[in-house]
Structures are given as C-alpha cells and as structure tokens.
C-alpha cells in the first residue's frame, strides 16, 4: 500500500515541477528576460524544439524558436498573462500543459506617453515538456488565437 503512496506523491512532484516550470516560461515573457526563457527551452539540437505563436509559421530550431521570441519581446513594452484552464497529464518523461491564455499587452508609447494602447487577446496554448537532468524544459509551444463572437446568433433566420 505503500508503494502506491509513493507512486502518487512522485506524480504529484512531477505535476507541480511542471506547473512551475510552466509558470517560469510565461514570468520570463512577462520580464521581457530572453536568458531566463532560453533556459527553459531543451537545449541543443538533439530533440528539436518547435513554436507557433498565433498567425505564424511553424517555427522549428532552437536559433528559430528563440529568435522570435527576442523579436517580440523587442516590439512589446508591457505583456502579461492570467492562466485559466490550466491541465497538465504526463507519460513518462513527457509532460502535456494546456492553458488558455488570457494576454494584456501594450506597445511602444504614443506621443511621449508611458505606454501605447493596451490589447487583451484570449489564446489557447499546448506546452510539452521533457524530463532533463536539469529539470522540465519546454520542448513544443503551439497559441492558437481563440475567435471572439460577434454576439449576434448566426442560426438566425433572415427577416423577409
């Protein structure tokens, strides 16, 4: 009976080291910090690391993936994150994470102003980890944007 106790209590670790590193990699985008996120990604080339970031290609490579990163994190002044429907399952070394992403962001000032306009955007996102030495690195990211509706019923019949 034992064993199955411990079994649990290694699967919860595993699932709160997830949560953690699934935490870090959006505070990272947060802080604008491309070293702290580029240490949450697999490293080398042995497994390569994918992304799509809503409205883009797939990008493949860590010299890919961590340049778009750079790039984004160059042309946004403020981002920040509110997880909601946050799942992790795992198998082996591998662990799912799905999300929705709540984003407020804002660009560069307008006018002299401290900050541009800000934009909220609702994403749904899929992060896979790995198991390393070293902990829990991401190995994929995949946002996709979630279609707001137009509050307007579209099964409505056409008035004659």
Not at 50 to 79: D, F, K, Q
């Amino acid at each position: 009976m034992s064993g199955d106790r411990d079994e649990h209590a290694e699967a919860a670790a595993d699932i709160a080291a997830v949560e953690r590193a699934n935490t870090a990699f959006y505070e990272a985008m947060e802080r604008g910090d491309l070293e702290e996120l580029s240490a949450l990604w697999l490293p080398g080339e042995d497994l390569t690391v994918s992304c799509v970031h809503p409205g883009w290609p797939v990008l493949t490579g860590r010299g890919e993936v961590l340049r778009s990163y750079a790039l984004i994190m160059a042309n946004t002044e403020y981002i920040q994150f509110f997880l909601t429907d946050v799942g992790v399952s795992m198998t082996g070394d591998t662990a799912l994470v799905t999300c929705t992403e709540n984003i407020l962001s804002g660009g560069p000032a307008e006018d002299g102003g401290a900050l541009g306009p800000l934009v909220g955007q609702l994403v749904v996102a899929t992060n896979v980890f790995r198991r390393t030495s070293d902990g829990w690195k991401l190995w994929s990211h995949h946002g996709s944007p979630v279609l707001a509706g137009t509050g307007e019923e579209e099964d409505e019949e056409p008035s004659s």
